[in-house]
């Protein structure tokens, strides 16, 4: 298990980015004080000897409350429909980090502004990296211009993020012994439905004919997906979200589509449509619209088995027909 006691900062270093943070919600926490001080209802609304839990996204927030249930309160950095990638956290973020008792973000890249932004509140709680170092995990690489890195989303295969519950579970049971058998039990529980969702998920997508198995995607989120559901992904439209292909890369993902009779183009809820349609327009191919990848949505994607059996079925409508 990954996890990484937070150690004090030197004072001495330069400030940007998160140590700013720290010292406004500080002044703000100071201010409030002299104020009288007050309780957010959110807070006061939590009950007494709840594990007060932080996670950068609503996904992993919903695999904790799945494992946690009524002794767990979860909180979300980045919010529904929000992009992990370039997340700008804000001081009341600082503050929920500063009161948690246990922090889970992905790691292998996706989140890691979190780590920085947790010493520099410092928090005393653990910050486990639940996507590192997993047992019985195949790791894909990164593609786009950093191909030598590891992909970070793991969850796209139900499989794994079974192996998430697991760790979550492990995680809580050690930071509150007294319901450490609760947690185990749940994330022994939640393990079989994860289970019985990637059968049903696997069985569903062995359907789709050989000749539609290939795809494009809008960014390097699906390689987990792909292994696991049979798919192959023959290429991507953006290198990272927030970085714009070139007219030449997007002539050549046409070129690519024709040559080889590609047939969907994946979209993400979080992200526009419109190059993925720019691509579809001039070649006839489908798009794939509103996959969700890296947060949760309104029901019935509210959920991460929701929104996995919604991504299943819209990749299905396009490609199932022959």
């Given at each position: 298990?990954?996890?990484?006691?937070?150690?004090?900062?030197?004072?001495?270093?330069?400030?940007?980015?998160?140590?700013?943070?720290?010292?406004?919600?500080?002044?703000?926490?100071?201010?409030?004080?002299?104020?009288?001080?007050?309780?957010?209802?959110?807070?006061?609304?939590?009950?007494?000897?709840?594990?007060?839990?932080?996670?950068?996204?609503?996904?992993?927030?919903?695999?904790?409350?799945?494992?946690?249930?009524?002794?767990?309160?979860?909180?979300?950095?980045?919010?529904?429909?929000?992009?992990?990638?370039?997340?700008?956290?804000?001081p009341s973020d600082v503050r929920r980090l500063a009161q948690a008792d246990v922090v889970f973000l992905n790691g292998l890249g996706l989140d890691d502004w979190l780590a920085s932004l947790v010493a520099d509140a410092g928090t005393a709680a653990p910050v486990v990296r639940l996507g590192e170092d997993l047992q019985g995990v195949t790791y894909l690489g990164g593609g786009g211009q950093d191909a030598a890195a590891v992909n970070p989303h793991l969850w796209l295969d139900a499989s794994y993020a079974a192996k998430y519950a697991e760790r979550i579970g492990e995680t809580?049971?050690?930071?509150?012994?007294?319901?450490?058998?609760?947690?185990?039990?749940?994330?022994?529980?939640?393990?079989?439905?994860?289970?019985?969702?990637?059968?049903?998920?696997?069985?569903?997508?062995?359907?789709?004919?050989?000749?539609?198995?290939?795809?494009?995607?809008?960014?390097?989120?699906?390689?987990?997906?792909?292994?696991?559901?049979?798919?192959?992904?023959?290429?991507?439209?953006?290198?990272?979200?927030?970085?714009?292909?070139?007219?030449?890369?997007?002539?050549?993902?046409?070129?690519?589509?024709?040559?080889?009779?590609?047939?969907?183009?994946?979209?993400?809820?979080?992200?526009?449509?419109?190059?993925?349609?720019?691509?579809?327009?001039?070649?006839?191919?489908?798009?794939?619209?509103?996959?969700?990848?890296?947060?949760?949505?309104?029901?019935?994607?509210?959920?991460?088995?929701?929104?996995?059996?919604?991504?299943?079925?819209?990749?299905?409508?396009?490609?199932?027909?022959?």
């Open positions: 298990m990954t996890i990484r006691p937070v150690t004090a900062t030197s004072s001495a270093r330069v400030l940007r980015g998160p140590a700013i943070l720290v010292i406004l919600a500080v002044l703000v926490a100071v201010v409030t004080g002299a104020c009288g001080g007050r309780t957010t209802p959110a807070e006061g609304d939590i009950p007494a000897g709840t594990l007060r839990v932080v996670t950068t996204t609503t996904i992993l927030a919903d695999l904790v409350a799945q494992v946690g249930g009524a002794h767990v309160h979860v909180d979300s950095l980045v919010p529904k429909g929000g992009e992990v990638h370039t997340f700008d956290p804000s809580l049971a050690a930071a509150d012994p007294a319901n450490a058998t609760a947690y185990r039990d749940q994330a022994e529980a939640y393990g079989r439905t994860l289970a019985d969702l990637d059968a049903e998920l696997r069985a569903k997508m062995d359907t789709i004919p050989a000749a539609n198995r290939t795809v494009i995607s809008f960014h390097d989120a699906f390689p987990y997906f792909a292994a696991a559901y049979g798919l192959a992904i023959d290429g991507t439209i953006v290198d990272a979200p927030g970085q714009d292909p070139s007219a030449g890369q997007i002539a050549s993902l046409v070129e690519v589509v024709r040559e080889k009779g590609i047939k969907a183009i994946f979209a993400e809820a979080q992200f526009s449509e419109d190059l993925a349609r720019t691509i579809a327009d001039e070649t006839g191919a489908q798009v794939v619209s509103s996959l969700y990848t890296d947060s949760t949505g309104d029901a019935p994607q509210d959920t991460y088995a929701g929104l996995m059996r919604w991504n299943v079925d819209r990749v299905m409508e396009v490609l199932a027909a022959p």
